[in-house]
Structures are given as C-alpha cells and as structure tokens.
C-alpha cells in the first residue's frame, strides 16, 4: 500500500517509531516502548495487538512484527518504507504474509488492507491538518 504525504520524512518516521506521536492517528494508547527490540502492545477499545520492533532506521525504515496474541502463529511482518519525494513523502507499507489459500487466511488478507487504508488515512489527516479522523462523530 503506497501513500504521498505532505509531510517532511522526518515526521512521518516520528508517528511510526515514537509511542506518544502514534496515539495521534493509530492505537489509542501504546503500552511499552517502540524501540529495536522490544514488545510493546497497542491498545484499542475492542482489542490487543503485540507489537516487536525489529528495525528503525531514522527517516527510512520501520519494521516490526504483530500479533492478535503474545504467542501468535498467525502473526504477519510490516514494513514502512518512508522515502522523500519532492517537498513530502513516500510512504510504502507491506504488511504479510496472509496464507490466502484458506478462506480464514483470505478474511485476514482483507481485514488488513481495510484496516491499513483506515489508519493512512488517519496518518494523513493527523499530519496534513492535525485532525483525528478517529474521532469524528
């Protein structure tokens, strides 16, 4: 999934990679830090997601591995790709894999694009205008 923000690099690799930015726009509230190599776990209203940071390379990259559960055999890797472009952004995101030969793993597949294209959208609003979409009536 490939975004243009009008935001600098710099600040779309803080709302990944800094706990207190990414209650802005995605988890309402972040246990744990964000750090290479730790567990943190994201917190919503209706669930719980565990969350391992493996890489962040400052104004490029984040990638971290998550799961429903602590010990998910279904968990899926995401990476964040942020790349300057022109005056903002490129942001690319790959979140997989999703066994799609399965209908439970083809309902993941999709549940995840539906998601992701929420929280971009989120992350767009929050930076270009610092409105929380979440929050709308």
């Given amino acids: 999934m490939e975004r243009r923000l009008d935001a600098s690099p710099?600040?779309?690799y803080r709302a990944w990679s800094d706990a207190e930015t990414?209650?802005?726009w995605f988890a309402p509230r972040v246990e744990g830090s964000l750090a290479v190599d730790t567990r943190s776990?994201?917190?919503?209203s209706d669930r719980r997601v565990w969350l391992d940071m493996q890489?962040?390379?400052?104004?490029q990259r984040v990638?971290?591995?998550?799961?429903?559960?602590?010990?998910?055999a279904m968990a899926t890797e995401v990476t964040v790709d942020i790349l300057p472009q022109g005056y903002g952004t490129r942001l690319t995101v790959h979140?997989?894999?999703?066994?799609?030969?399965?209908?439970?793993?083809?309902?993941?597949?999709?549940?995840?694009?539906e998601g992701w294209a929420e929280?971009?959208?989120?992350?767009?609003?929050?930076l270009d205008f610092s409105v929380d979409l979440r929050r709308r009536p």
């Fill in 22 to 24: 990414m209650t802005t």
């Fill in 63 to 72: 990638r971290f591995r998550w799961a429903w559960q602590p010990q998910d």
């Fill in 119 to 126: 929280a971009l959208a989120n992350l767009r609003a929050q």
């Fill in 41 to 44: 776990v994201l917190v919503w």
């Fill in 95 to 113: 979140d997989g894999p999703f066994e799609r030969a399965t209908s439970d793993g083809l309902d993941a597949w999709a549940e995840a694009i």
């Fill in 55 to 59: 890489e962040a390379e400052p104004y």
């Fill in 10 to 12: 710099e600040r779309v």
